[in-house]
């Protein structure tokens, strides 16, 4: 079965320090994977898109990486702001037209 | 670029009501997406569109739920005698190649 997880489900981190959020995934196959930003009660905004030849993106202080060997990814955030507290979901799309989400990391920035 | 629009963007109904959610998605998308999300998870698949032709449906998708993409542009999802197990967001999203662009969601209360 195809399954995508995220541990923590919740993460704390004072104003300024940089962090890692992960994502680990069954099914080596894959042909992207995409970091998506949720806030309360809203939708959700496409932040990085890694397709399955690269192994990281980066768009401002965001850089995703890819490591389908092990079946991870990671997204690092630098110099986190309160303006960055959300939920962080990982989806892959394992090329059966859905993307398969993981539960979501709780991101709180601390001022 | 106007981005995937969802309208409602609230539903309460009683139980055993029909609703109708309806997607525009951007418009040079050719692929159309319905996925569900209760609170604490991440979205669920729950149908795809080619142009007008529904090509997957998730096992989530019961006998009462019903989409549509006429023509190939807009989308309707309804849902017909409806449970207080159908609360939840229901999301659209669209794309043209496989990145996928998310619309802010209908939030369904079923009381």
């Known amino acids: 079965k195809q399954e995508v997880t995220q541990i923590p489900a919740a993460l704390s981190v004072p104003e300024g320090e940089n962090l890692v959020l992960n994502c680990s995934f069954t099914d080596s196959a894959i042909y992207n994977l995409q970091w998506f930003r949720q806030d309360p009660g809203k939708g959700l905004t496409s932040l990085l898109l890694i397709q399955s030849s690269q192994r990281e993106q980066t768009s401002g202080r965001l850089n995703a990486s890819l490591d389908k060997s092990s079946g991870r990814s990671t997204l690092y955030i630098a110099a986190s702001q309160p303006g960055d507290s959300a939920t962080y979901l990982c989806a892959v799309f394992f090329g059966n037209e859905k993307l398969t989400f993981g539960t979501g990391t709780r991101l709180t920035i601390i001022p | 670029d106007t981005g995937v629009s969802q309208d409602p963007r609230h539903k309460i109904t009683k139980r055993g009501q029909n609703v109708t959610f309806r997607c525009d998605p951007i418009s040079e998308h050719n692929r159309l997406y319905w996925y569900r999300q209760t609170l604490g998870q991440g979205p669920e698949f729950l149908t795809y569109f080619q142009n007008e032709a529904q090509l997957e449906k998730s096992r989530l998708l019961s006998d009462r739920f019903s989409a549509e993409r006429p023509k190939g542009s807009f989308s309707t999802l309804e849902i017909q005698r409806t449970e207080q197990g159908d609360s939840a967001m229901y999301l659209c999203?669209?794309?043209?190649?496989?990145?996928?662009?998310f619309g802010p969601g209908t939030r369904l209360t079923v009381t």
């Open positions: 999203a669209s794309s043209y190649e496989r990145e996928q662009y």
